[in-house]
Structures are given as structure tokens and as C-alpha cells.
Nanobody, 119 residues
Framework: QVQFVESGGGLVQPGGSLRLSCIVA????????MRWYRQAPGKQRELVAS???????NYIDSVKGRFTISRDYAKSTMYLQMNSLKPEDTAVYFC?????????????WGQGTQVTVSS
């Protein structure tokens, strides 16, 4: 069973920082593209950042220069370093990715981790 498990969320003041982690576990052969999404109350889930299997990154405009997505291939882990956090960054953050496991490609989601930016 492939699992994506997020951690690192919490409550932080505006201007503060958090680092989210997403560990991929299970019978994995290949992890392709990975992504961070977020969903704020009453809003649709949105793609925040993505990183390809070769390390190419993309971000939505509202987080450029503040968030950094990265991967540790040896540990099958993805990170999201979030700096200069704003109240509008408050959301549940989900990791997502495409994985080859037991000769089948699938798209998987984590359970989400809450990020709250408030004074």
C-alpha cells in the first residue's frame, strides 16, 4: 500500500516560517512528479507548487519568492519551505504525486496538514 504522509503544519504568526514534509512509503519503484496543494475554508483546492522527477519546479504567483519546494530522492520525501507567511496562506496542505508501484502507475494523496497563520 502506497502512502503519502504529511507533517509539519501548525499555527504561526504572520511573517513566520514553517516546513512541511511529505514522506512516501510502500512498495515504490518510481516517484514521478510531486505536488503541494492547499484548500482554504470555502475555497477550491489549488495547486501551490510542483517538482518534477528531475527537479524542475513551478509555483503559483502568490507564493513565488516565499515558498520553496524540494525533494530528497534517497528518502522519498518532498518538502515545502514556507517563509514570510501571510494569513491568506491559511489552509489544509496536501501532498500529491504519481508513483509506479507493483508495475502500476497511480496518483496518490496525503491526508493533509493544517497551516494556520494568525496573530
Amino acid at each position: 500500500q502506497v502512502q503519502f504522509v504529511e507533517s509539519g503544519g501548525g499555527l504561526v504568526q504572520p511573517g513566520g516560517s514553517l516546513r512541511l514534509s511529505c514522506i512516501v512509503a510502500g512498495p515504490i519503484s518510481i516517484i514521478s512528479d510531486m505536488r503541494w496543494y492547499r484548500q482554504a475554508p470555502g475555497k477550491q483546492r489549488e495547486l501551490v507548487a510542483s517538482i518534477s522527477s528531475i527537479g524542475t519546479t513551478n509555483y503559483i504567483d502568490s507564493v513565488k519568492g516565499r515558498f520553496t519546494i524540494s525533494r530528497d530522492y534517497a528518502k522519498s520525501t518532498m518538502y515545502l519551505q514556507m517563509n514570510s507567511l501571510k494569513p491568506e496562506d491559511t489552509a489544509v496542505y496536501f501532498c500529491n504525486g504519481n508513483v509506479l508501484a507493483r508495475d502500476r502507475w497511480g496518483e496518490y494523496w496525503g491526508q493533509g496538514t493544517q497551516v494556520t497563520v494568525s496573530s
